[in-house]
């Protein structure tokens, strides 16, 4: 599960449950309770993931692992930010946030205020948005962690171009276009795309929403079509951007399906 290995079935981890619930012993129950849930939530049965989250917080009252309670509200945080429920993830990731910190978990308090951010993202609370995003890129920077920087940076830079402040976007991007990560190469990709199109450079726009359709993801090939949709409208090529358009509504139904 740490390794991000997507489990396929939920065989192994009942017959671990079923030990730890029946003999095994009680202090592992809100560790096991916080795996059953990982598995569902790769299964897509968020319902049932929530379920076993829930059971690894009330099992976990006299845990002093707080590196642990702090993935469970972490992990069910993003579950409700995913299907929209942003109250209820607000509320996760606070607990999450404070539980990294009584753990001194840096590392962990970065992606708390990453999470954080984009919850406040979802609220369109552009103001906090930043604070908390501006707060874990310069969290990343201190302890020299590159890859969450360039993370951190990523969700900056988009929050940036969201807000049409285009400069600020493209010098968060340059500083990290060496360094970025492949896990962190969509976000990249469709802001760098994003900003040139902007910008006028549909040249370069279109170079960076290619390397986009290079990346099996569909949020990546949704991004991608609905750029190139813009780009062929903008050289006033109609047909191209109606195939792309189409190719774009196929990826959205996609999303809904998993969402």
Not at 93 to 122: C, M, P, Q, W
Not at 149 to 160: I, P
Not at 227 to 244: G, P, S, Y
Request: aromatic share 14%; glycine share 4%.
């Amino acid at each position: 599960d740490r390794a991000y290995i997507l489990h396929t079935s939920d065989s192994l981890i009942q017959e671990v449950l079923n030990y730890y619930k029946n003999e095994g012993d009680k202090k592992y129950l809100p560790e096991v309770y916080y795996y059953a849930g990982s598995v569902y939530r790769d299964l897509g049965d968020a319902l049932q993931a929530l379920d076993y989250f829930q059971q690894a917080i009330e099992t976990s009252q006299s845990n002093t692992s707080y590196k642990l309670i702090s993935r469970i509200y972490s992990q069910t945080g993003t579950l409700f930010l995913y299907q929209d429920v942003y109250d209820e993830a607000m509320k996760a990731y606070r607990h999450a946030y404070k539980y990294n910190i009584l753990a001194k978990d840096s590392v962990g308090i970065i992606f708390n205020l990453r999470d954080l951010g984009e919850t406040f993202t979802a609220f369109n609370n552009a103001d906090s948005a930043l604070y908390y995003y501006k707060k874990a890129y310069k969290q990343a920077e201190k302890i020299e962690n590159q890859r969450l920087t360039d993370m951190v940076g990523n969700s900056l830079a988009d929050l940036y171009e969201q807000l049409k402040e285009y400069h600020l976007a493209k010098a968060i991007l340059q500083a990290s276009s060496n360094t970025i990560e492949k896990n962190n190469l969509r976000s990249f990709y469709s802001i760098s795309a994003d900003l040139h199109y902007h910008s006028g450079d549909l040249d370069s726009a279109f170079y960076y929403c290619n390397l986009l359709l290079g990346i099996n993801d569909v949020y990546a090939q949704q991004a991608a079509h609905w750029k190139l949709a813009e780009i062929a409208q903008a050289r006033t090529d109609c047909q191209l951007a109606m195939r792309h358009l189409r190719y774009y509504n196929k990826w959205t139904d996609s999303i809904q399906k998993v969402t």
